[in-house]
């Protein structure tokens, strides 16, 4: 089948994932390499480049069966430009024009997303979402990320900025963030202001089984608080229930904002499973309105760390 | 130009307005009269029919010049479906097919929307956001209506229910809202919550120049906050302020979840025109981040009453 598939490059500030996919949205072939991102701009571009050949000399394929590559990349940039603006994980990367070099480096049409609304849209095409049309997804790593597909689309805003939903602020006058706003969703829910707020919780005095671990330093992170948990330490339980509320009251704004059919949960922090889920599905039930049955399921992301290249690969397409 | 125009009708629980729309959406006719909701469904569809042939002779036209009538009814209600669940101001309305009733009756292609929705469609169309693809209406009266146009068209959501903005959280364990959920905007920036909220003040003990009228009773509303606010009344000032506060972080929700390029405000309270808009702009600035130039412009709405007929006749057409 000519131009029957499509390629999806994951950047991140340390690997670069890359896969082919087919019409059906299944990889076929994948591969990561290192981005050596110290080495600046043209040298990842040109790693990506190279990535793309070997993706399809692996795939067993030929650049004619190619119908193009999508890029999903850490912001601000614009998909419409196709340029990033500025990604801290990048060094030199401000105002790269990175669409149009990987374009002329490979030949092939590219196309430029946000990774966010790129693992967004992978989940909608062949994962949590698809079977459904409207999806909002949260992404919960050291940031939280988020993606809209509304109408089997995905909405980008007027200023490509749609979607950023861990910058919603669910605390007014709370926590400060690195962006500026006080309060913000991530700055609670993260998989890094978990673990963050159990250590100033024990710098402030509070017993907990986790004091070692959490004043050592870098060792601790969410995945400590979660066993912390299980194991009925109270004030990994607090923390933990607190995120987990306040992912359930960004829910409850998702659902009277965009009011879609889903909304799923991704990243680091949900490989606690049911523990997460369950929870912030019992607050959701709580805090949410009763005088009208919308609303949206909860579920979590299936595609784990593909679903970056998966969705632009399927951005490729669409 | 033969269906060169469409009708939008506005249902009050009070009264019901409509007009006569060409297609640069100028109102060419128009007329009010009352619901008489006391009389249930049926008889108020009929009076809904006879205003449409109303409209039509007093816009000196024929049916066959009318390409369709547009309904902004109170909800909730299925716009797929047509019908009306439950609108809690006009007894007897309970799943009633409010479209298929009215297109039987009028012989006329018939649309039914969600009234702050029409209104939002209308300030697009016609008003505040003409010049622009992506809006997002707050109406600030009794309660806060929301309506969401993204990229030239209604967003409705999976449940025919997006937009309903009033209804995000902006206090977590905040003051209880009728619709089951604690701490929704309407309960801090609503007409009605200003009032309210001045009114609890007083009878808390605080002290303030609307102690009298505040007590009183009914007459009591938020144009007295606004006129004590301007007299210089602590009280008044701290509630109008706080107000303006949240209708500020709701647009920050709004900048961070649609992105979209205007947000504009309209209802009652915006009689107050910059001691409102003014306010809600400086909360916004201080409120939003720093880290991307995507903030939407905030507005107010242009077209006063006419919104909601306007925007139904646009719907009308669409």
């Known amino acids: 089948m000519a131009r029957g598939y499509t390629i999806g490059i994951d950047l991140g500030g340390t690997n670069i994932k890359g896969g082919v996919c087919d019409a059906e949205y299944r990889l076929v072939a994948q591969e990561e390499i290192e981005t050596q991102a110290d080495r600046g701009p043209d040298h990842v571009i040109a790693r990506m480049a190279g990535l793309v050949a070997t993706l399809i000399s692996k795939a067993g394929l030929s650049a004619a069966d190619i119908a193009g590559v999508g890029v999903g990349a850490p912001g601000p940039m614009s998909h419409s430009a196709g340029m990033i603006y500025h990604a801290p994980n990048l060094p030199g990367f401000v105002n790269v024009p990175l669409r ?18 790129a693992a967004a849209f992978g989940e909608f095409a062949a994962g949590a979402g698809k079977d459904v049309r409207d999806m909002v997804m949260l992404t919960l790593g050291t940031g939280i ?16 900025n749609a979607g950023e939903l861990g910058h919603t602020i669910v605390v007014p006058g709370g926590r400060p963030c690195p962006c500026g706003q006080k309060g913000c969703l991530e700055r609670y829910a993260s998989a890094h202001a978990v673990a963050e707020r159990v250590r100033e919780a024990v710098q402030a005095g509070e017993p907990s089984s986790l004091r070692a ?40 704004n998702i659902q009277h904002s965009f009011n879609p059919e889903l909304v799923v949960f991704a990243g680091g922090l949900i490989r ?8 912030v599905r019992a607050h959701f039930e709580a805090l949410s309105w009763t005088i009208a049955p919308d609303r949206p399921r909860l579920a979590l992301a299936t595609l784990g760390t593909d679903a970056g290249t998966i969705g632009a690969a399927a951005l490729a397409r669409s």
């Open 272 to 279: 606690a499973g049911e523990v997460l889920l369950g929870r």
């Open 213 to 252: 671990k959490a004043l050592a330093g870098d060792d601790f992170d969410a995945r400590d608080v979660l066993a912390a948990q299980a194991a009925g330490d109270a004030l990994a339980r607090r923390i933990w229930d607190e995120a987990c509320f306040h992912l359930a009251l960004a829910a409850v």
């Open 145 to 160: 990320g988020g993606g809209v597909v509304l109408g089997g689309q995905l909405w980008r805003g007027a200023f490509d």
């Open 100 to 117: 149009d070099r990987m374009a002329e480096l490979t030949r092939l049409p590219v196309t430029l997303e946000n990774d966010a609304n």
